[in-house]
Nanobody
Framework: QVQLVESGGGTVQAGGSLRLSCTTSIPINDFNTNFMAWYRQAPGKQRELLATMTNGGHTTYTDVVKGRFTISRDDSKNTLYLDMKGMRPEETAVYYC?????????WGQGTQVTVSL
């Protein structure tokens, strides 16, 4: 059974930094794990893609987070990270990680991030 568990959420002041973690039950650098990604969903808004990483380590970022957020992983821990800096109040949301494994998308339960003024 594929499980993803996010952690590291909390409250951060505007301009501050936070690191999110996503620990998985599957090998994240495995050929059958096509890619992993971070999303967020603010209240009343659609889920928004933030960053992706392929099993080969190639990364992509959406324009809104490029230069401020960094996606990375620790293969020995089967853990994906999202390092966020320069946080903005409008980035208050539930942050999710996702993995495509054997062609199926799996999601974690999400972790709340609140950016205060």
């Amino acid at each position: 059974q594929v499980q993803l568990v996010e952690s590291g959420g909390g409250t951060v002041q505007a301009g501050g930094s936070l690191r999110l973690s996503c620990t998985t039950s599957i090998p994240i650098n495995d050929f059958n794990t096509n890619f992993m990604a971070w999303y967020r969903q603010a209240p009343g808004k659609q889920r928004e893609l933030l960053a992706t990483m392929t099993n080969g380590g190639h990364t992509t970022y959406t324009d809104v987070v490029k230069g401020r957020f960094t996606i990375s992983r620790d293969d020995s821990k089967n853990t994906l990270y999202l390092d966020m800096k320069g946080m903005r109040p409008e980035e208050t949301a539930v942050y999710y990680c996702s993995a495509r494994h054997w062609g199926t998308d799996y999601w974690g339960q999400g972790t709340q991030v609140t950016v205060s003024l």
